[in-house]
């Protein structure tokens, strides 16, 4: 059964820190683009930032560039993202994916407020 199971969601004040995981189990992530998509209320559910399975290249949307950086783990099959400097807009539910769409995680809530 292929799962993606986030964690690491939670309050932070502004100018925090979290550093969110994904441990897939069921296929090996080796072979896969992964990466992290976000959905605040009332907003489409758009791309944070992916990494690639061959190079390590990675991708960033202009809006977390600088701040955010993403990572993998082959040997854990696991791939982070490390959020610093967090803002009242980064609120939302933060997804793991593969890169293509194919196969998601439940989701985990971040939401940055004093």
């Known amino acids: 059964q292929v799962q993606l199971v986030e964690s690491g969601g939670g309050l932070v004040q502004p100018g925090g820190s979290l550093r969110l995981s994904c441990a897939a189990s069921g296929f090996t992530l080796d072979y896969y683009a992964i990466g992290w998509f976000r959905q605040a209320p009332g907003k489409e559910r758009e791309g944070v930032s992916c990494?690639?399975?061959?190079?390590?290249?990675?991708y960033y949307a202009d809006s977390v560039k600088g701040r955010f950086t993403i990572s993998r783990d082959n040997a854990k099959n696991t791939v982070y993202l490390q959020m610093n400097s967090l803002k009242p807009e980064d609120t939302a539910v933060y997804y793991c994916?593969?890169?293509?769409?194919?196969?998601w995680g439940q989701g985990t809530q971040v939401t940055v407020s004093s």
């Open positions: 994916a593969t890169c293509s769409g194919r196969y």
């Open positions: 990494i690639s399975s061959s190079d390590g290249s990675t």
